[in-house]
């Protein structure tokens, strides 16, 4: 099985920008989160999407936003970057097992830098 | 929400020694434990994972406890390798929602 792609994998921008990442699940993982890593912060958690439907949201503010696509597929937006943005943000998909949570899969995740 | 606490931000140990990374929870509610290993470069990889029907697991030199009284869990490495250095990141889940713990970098000297 082919595993988590998240494209791009770097990423340039500036600030007040926006920006759009993208993350394919593993096959048949319907559930795909979303991650902040910094140096300082390690992981935090942004949103998880489910079935299409926003089921879980962290402490991020508005300008970060997600959906999620009939084939799982999902995308991160961020807009009016801040240079606080510049992090790794990774991707990751599971196959919920009815109320207990199952392993996340990472991808490689993105690098956006904003200068 | 839950909250997770991680200790020690940094550990060096010896070849051969066993290393110890200790985790703490705030959310009873929270029912599966996974420990996740992060290469220089690379990403997060699952290693042991146990769920709060389980006191202990064990998985060759890594074993992972949990004591659910206490709110804490910990990982034990034994035997410790230079590939085992990383950083270490603990994790609890109230149900579908996963927090993660700030990691612990740990570094094996040959």
């Known amino acids: 099985k082919a595993g988590v792609t998240q494209t791009p994998r770097y990423l340039i921008k500036t600030r007040g920008q926006q920006v759009t990442l993208s993350c394919s699940p593993i096959s048949g993982h319907r559930s795909v989160s979303w991650y902040q890593q910094t140096p300082g912060q390690g992981l935090q958690f942004l949103f998880e999407y489910f079935s299409e439907t926003q089921r879980n949201k962290g402490n991020f503010p508005g300008r970060f936003s997600g959906r999620q696509f009939s084939n799982s597929r999902s995308e991160m937006n961020v807009s009016t970057l801040e240079l606080g943005d510049s992090a790794l943000y990774l991707c990751?998909?599971?196959?919920?097992?009815?109320?207990?949570?199952?392993?996340?899969?990472f991808g490689n995740g993105t690098r956006l830098t904003v200068t | 929400g839950e909250n997770v606490e991680q200790h020690p931000s940094t550990l060096s140990v010896q070849e051969g020694d066993s290393a110890v990374i200790k985790c703490t929870y705030s959310?009873?509610?929270?029912?599966?434990f996974p420990w996740y290993k992060q290469e220089l470069g690379k990403r997060p990889q699952l290693i042991i994972d146990?769920?709060?029907?389980?006191g202990e697991k064990k998985d060759q030199r890594i074993a992972v406890t949990l004591n659910k009284t206490a709110k804490h869990f910990s990982l034990h490495i034994t035997e410790t390798q230079p590939e085992d250095s990383a950083v270490y990141f603990c994790a609890a889940s109230p149900f579908q929602k996963l927090v993660f713990g700030t990691g612990t970098r740990l570094l094996v000297s040959p």
């Open positions: 959310d009873s509610a929270s029912n599966y």
């Open positions: 146990i769920r709060s029907n389980v």
């Open positions: 990751a998909s599971s196959s919920p097992e009815g109320r207990v949570r199952s392993p996340l899969h």
